[in-house]
C-alpha cells in the first residue's frame, strides 16, 4: 500500500504550545498535501506542498518535506483549543491523480 | 453557496440491502472522489470519476458502484455483496483530477448495517 504513516498517532498540548506531527509514505510522489478533520465531519484542506520544495507556510501552520527520507512534518506554531482535530497527510504516489491518506494524528489542544 | 453535499447524514441498513448514498457538488469541479473511513483510520478510496460518464475502480472497489451521468452527481451504492459495510462514507470533488489539485469534502455519511 502507497497509504501513509503519521506520527504521533495521538498528541495532546496546552493552548499556546507548539504541535509537531510527522507523515511518512512509501513512493515516491509529486505533491503532499496536509488536511484536518474536526470529530464527525468531512476534511477541510491545509496546505499543499510539492516534490520540489522543501517548506511552505501558510499563517500559522509550516510544513517541510524531505523526499529523501520520504516524510513531511506540519508545525501548528501557538496553538489553540479550535485546533482540536486530527490531522492527516495525503499523497499522491507517481499516479498524480489520486490521493493516498495516512492514517491521521488526532491533536487535543487543552485550554 | 457553492459547496459539496452528501445525504442523508445516517443511514441505517438491513444486511441483504442495497443502499445509495447521494453527493451533490456545484463548484463544477470535472473531479469526484468516494472514499470510506473506518474508526481511527485514515480514508480509502472507493472509486473516482475525472469526467462524466467514466469513473475508475480505488483501492476497495469491491461491493460497491457507481455513476456519473451528471457533473454535478456521483452517487454511491453499496451491494449487498460488501461484507463489512457499516463505515463512515466521504464524497470529495476536485477541479481537476490531478493531485496538484485541492480536494472539497461533504460532510460524510454515517452508514450502519443492522
Known amino acids: 500500500s502507497q497509504q501513509g504513516e503519521e506520527d504521533p498517532q495521538a498528541l495532546s498540548i496546552q493552548e499556546g504550545e507548539n504541535a509537531t506531527m510527522n507523515c511518512s509514505y512509501k513512493?515516491?510522489?509529486?505533491?503532499l498535501q496536509w488536511y484536518r478533520q474536526n470529530s464527525g465531519r468531512g476534511l477541510v484542506h491545509l496546505i499543499l506542498i510539492r516534490s520540489n520544495e522543501r517548506e511552505k507556510h501558510s499563517g500559522r501552520l509550516r510544513v517541510t518535506l524531505d523526499t529523501s527520507k520520504k516524510s513531511s512534518s506540519l508545525l501548528i506554531t501557538a496553538s489553540r483549543a479550535a485546533d482540536t482535530a486530527s490531522y492527516f497527510c495525503?499523497?499522491?504516489?507517481?499516479?498524480?491523480?489520486?490521493?493516498?491518506f495516512g492514517t491521521g494524528t488526532s491533536l487535543t489542544v487543552i485550554p | 453557496d457553492g459547496g459539496i453535499t452528501q445525504s442523508p447524514k445516517y443511514l441505517f441498513r438491513k444486511e441483504g440491502q442495497n443502499v445509495t448514498l447521494s453527493c451533490e457538488q456545484n463548484?463544477?469541479?470535472?473531479?469526484m472522489y468516494w472514499y470510506r473511513q473506518d474508526p481511527g483510520q485514515g480514508l480509502r478510496l472507493i472509486y473516482y470519476s475525472q469526467i462524466v460518464n467514466d469513473f475508475q475502480k480505488g483501492d476497495i472497489a469491491e461491493g460497491y458502484s457507481v455513476s456519473r451521468e451528471k457533473k454535478e452527481s456521483f452517487p454511491l451504492t453499496v451491494t449487498s455483496a460488501q461484507k463489512n459495510p457499516t463505515a463512515f462514507y466521504l464524497c470529495?470533488?476536485?477541479?481537476?483530477?490531478?493531485?496538484?489539485?485541492?480536494?472539497?469534502f461533504g460532510p460524510g455519511t454515517r452508514l450502519t448495517v443492522l
Open positions: 470529495a470533488s476536485s477541479i481537476e483530477g490531478l493531485s496538484y489539485n485541492e480536494q472539497f
Open positions: 513512493t515516491s510522489i509529486n505533491n
Open positions: 463548484l463544477n469541479h470535472d473531479a
Open positions: 495525503a499523497t499522491d504516489g507517481k499516479t498524480g491523480n489520486q490521493f493516498y
